[in-house]
């Protein structure tokens, strides 16, 4: 039997589901069909894919997470270490450095966030819109253990535009979409830059 995993939160539903068992999302319908529209905004998203897309698929943001943390809690202990025992260099090296921590993590937890959130936007209040997909390759410009994911190009035109958009997947993509496909398309009314294909590849 044939499965489809679920773009929203990873589940494995039989290849024929519209919806996912665990979480309800659409699941992307193969093939030259778009599948059911998106409902209008806001939307409220399938469980679990806000948190997916902040951590489970964005490691780098715990990493800053947790160096934030470790640097706060040094930039704090160390100077009362510092000053209670009259250690001066330890109040200077164990603070600066928990500084540099805090800006380290810190930094990378803000671009990392704002990077998800810039994926989640156009699910939540997005315009929706038809598209076409254009092109699908291997983004060989990525390369995790010799793999490259696949890339997704799509057409669409918002406000008397044509716009492209992007997707990348992990899934064997020419499996899920060729080129010439329809596809719906989530973009932000006052920045169609910003744009999701509906519902995601995954
Ligand atoms: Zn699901």
Redesign the pocket.
């Known amino acids: 039997m044939d499965f489809i995993t679920?773009p929203?939160?990873?589940?494995r539903?039989p290849a024929d589901a519209l919806e996912?068992r665990?979480?309800?999302?659409p699941l992307p319908v193969p093939g030259s069909d778009p599948g059911p529209e998106p409902p209008p905004p806001p939307r409220q998203l399938?469980k679990?894919y806000k948190t997916r897309v902040l951590w489970k698929n964005a490691p780098i943001n715990a990493i800053g997470l947790v160096f934030f943390t470790i640097g706060a809690v040094f930039a704090c202990l160390f100077p009362v270490i510092g000053l209670a025992s009259g250690l001066v260099p330890l109040l200077c090296i164990g603070g600066g450095l928990g500084g540099l921590f805090v800006v380290l993590g810190g930094g990378m937890l803000y671009s990392g966030i704002r990077t998800g959130l810039g994926k989640i936007r156009p699910y939540e209040i997005g315009r929706a819109a038809l598209g076409e997909i254009t092109e699908i390759y291997r983004d060989t410009s990525v390369d995790v253990n010799g793999r490259n994911p696949w890339a997704v190009r799509y057409q669409f035109e918002a406000e008397g535009q044509v716009y492209e958009g992007r997707a990348t997947t992990w899934k064997y993509a020419p499996k899920l979409h060729q080129s010439g496909d329809r596809v719906h398309v989530l973009y932000l009314p006052d920045d169609p830059e910003q744009n999701a294909l509906y519902p995601p590849l995954g």
């Open positions: 679920c929203w939160c990873g589940q539903n996912c665990a979480c309800g999302g399938p679990g």
